[in-house]
């Protein structure tokens, strides 16, 4: 049975651009929820924010390998 459905979230090699609150342009930064080395991301920003480096790191672990 070859069922070539790939219709799931992720069957693509395109990594999904996660939502990003803006940029602060001054302090308080908020901490990285990985590393907590300030990010670029004003301390009121909601959700998850990731410093530079670890955002990387994730586009890496999302993107396709191979
Ligand atoms: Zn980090």
């Given at each position: 049975m070859t069922t070539t459905e790939s219709g799931g979230p992720g069957a693509s090699c395109a990594p999904e651009p996660a939502p990003r609150p803006p940029k602060a342009t001054g302090g308080p930064y908020a901490r990285c929820v990985l590393c907590l080395e300030p990010t670029?991301?004003?301390?009121?920003?909601?959700?998850i924010v990731l410093c530079p480096v670890c955002e990387w790191q994730e586009a890496q672990r999302n993107a396709c390998s191979g």
């Open positions: 670029e991301y004003a301390e009121s920003a909601k959700g």
